[in-house]
C-alpha cells in the first residue's frame, strides 16, 4: 500500500457531487453535498412556489447526506407530516445515486404564511414529525426512526434523532437558495449540505448525557457530561459555514471543507454524482393497484373506462383499461 499523498484542494466546483472527507485529528467523519441541475430536475416536475421550493431542497439535500451513508443497495425514505401549510414531504434516495421527491402544500395556508412573513422551510413546516426509513428490500425488515419536528426544522429534527437514536454527536448544515438569471431567464435552485460526525475508536469519548426521564423525581439534578474538546471544536467549526459557502457555485466542497479544516488537516475521497431519477414504472403502478381488493379497483375506474395514476414524484401519467385493472386475483 502506497503512502498518503497530499495536494492541494481543487477549486473547480462541481454540483450535484457528494464529498466525503475525514479529519483524524478530530476524530471527524462527513459529507457534504452540492446539488444544482438535478433539484432543478426535480423540482421541474411540480408548480411550487419558491418557499415550497425551498422546503424540498433541504429535504433533498438532507436525503442525499444521510442516504449516501447505506453501504448496501437499498432506500433511504425522508418522510415529514405536520402541521404547517406544507403538510407533508417526501424526499426518496435510492443508493447509491438517485433522488426524487414530492411535497404536499395547502395554498391558502401558504397564502396566509405570506402575509405574515413567515416563510421560513421551518416555518411552512411547522410541528409534527420526521420519519427516516431504510428499506433494504424484500430480503430484510424495513427499519424507521421517527423524531419530532418542533417548529425549528430539519437540522434540528436531524441533530435531535442523532441524539436519540443513534448516539452520536452529529451536526448537520443545509442551505437552499434560488439563482436569479439575467433576462428574464428561468431562475435555477442550488441546495448544499455539510454533515459532520464525532467516531473516536475510544467510544467512551463520544458518550453524551442520558436523556432526561419522564418520572423522574423532582430536584434531580439532570445528567451531565463534558464534551470532548475535539468535538467542541469540531462542532465550533461546523457552526461558522454559512448558507452561501454551501451553495455558492464558485466555491467546490474541497475549497470549502479546507477552509474549515486545514489547520488540523482535512483528508477527502473519491466523490459520488447524484442525479434525479423516478423509479415509477407502469409495472410498478400495476402491482400498486394489484393490492386493492377487486371493488376498491372497479370504484377507480372513470367514465372512460380506464383508471388514470399519476405518479406523485413525476408526474408520469399511467393509464390501465378496466380489463386489465379487473383481471387481477379477486380478494
Not at 37 to 59: F, N, S
Not at 183 to 189: E, F, T, V, Y
Request: contains cysteine.
Amino acid at each position: 500500500m502506497g503512502a498518503e499523498r497530499s495536494r492541494d484542494a481543487s477549486g473547480v466546483a462541481t454540483d450535484d457531487i457528494i464529498t466525503p472527507f475525514q479529519v483524524d485529528a478530530l476524530d471527524l467523519r462527513g459529507r457534504a453535498v452540492r446539488l444544482g441541475p438535478t433539484l432543478d430536475a426535480v423540482l421541474a416536475h411540480h408548480d411550487y412556489p419558491p418557499a415550497v421550493k425551498r422546503v424540498v431542497g433541504e429535504a433533498v439535500a438532507l436525503a442525499v447526506l444521510l442516504g449516501s451513508s447505506l453501504k448496501f443497495e437499498g432506500r433511504f425514505i425522508l418522510q415529514t407530516q405536520t402541521d404547517g401549510p406544507v403538510d407533508m414531504v417526501v424526499a426518496d434516495f435510492v443508493s447509491p445515486d438517485k433522488i426524487r421527491a414530492y411535497a404536499r402544500f395547502d395554498k391558502e395556508a401558504l397564502a396566509e404564511a405570506e402575509t405574515r412573513n413567515a416563510t421560513s422551510p421551518a416555518a411552512l413546516l411547522g410541528k409534527g414529525h420526521l420519519a427516516m426509513t431504510i428499506d433494504q428490500g424484500l430480503s430484510a425488515n424495513r427499519y424507521q426512526g421517527v423524531v419530532a419536528l418542533d417548529g425549528s426544522g430539519l437540522e434540528a429534527a436531524a441533530h435531535e434523532y442523532f441524539m436519540q437514536s443513534e448516539q452520536i454527536p452529529t451536526r448537520v448544515r443545509l442551505a437552499v437558495g434560488e439563482e436569479v438569471r439575467p433576462g428574464g431567464a428561468a431562475s435555477s435552485w442550488r441546495a448544499g449540505g455539510l454533515i459532520a460526525q464525532f467516531l473516536p475508536q475510544d467510544a467512551s469519548r463520544a458518550r453524551m448525557a442520558d436523556l432526561p426521564g419522564g418520572d423522574a423525581p423532582e430536584g434531580a439534578e439532570p445528567h451531565e457530561l463534558a464534551e470532548d474538546d475535539a468535538w467542541v471544536e469540531a462542532r465550533s467549526l461546523v457552526g461558522t459555514v454559512e448558507d452561501v459557502e454551501l451553495i455558492d457555485r464558485d466555491l467546490s466542497s474541497e475549497r470549502l471543507l479546507y477552509r474549515l479544516f486545514h489547520e488540523r488537516g482535512v483528508r477527502v475521497f473519491d466523490t459520488l454524482a447524484i442525479s434525479a431519477h423516478c423509479s415509477c414504472s407502469r409495472e410498478r403502478v400495476s402491482g400498486v393497484l394489484a393490492s386493492f381488493t377487486r371493488d376498491e379497483r372497479r370504484d377507480m375506474i372513470q367514465d372512460d373506462g380506464k383508471v388514470t395514476v399519476t405518479c406523485e414524484f413525476c408526474g408520469r401519467v399511467y393509464r390501465f383499461a378496466a380489463e386489465e385493472v379487473l383481471g387481477g386475483t379477486q380478494a
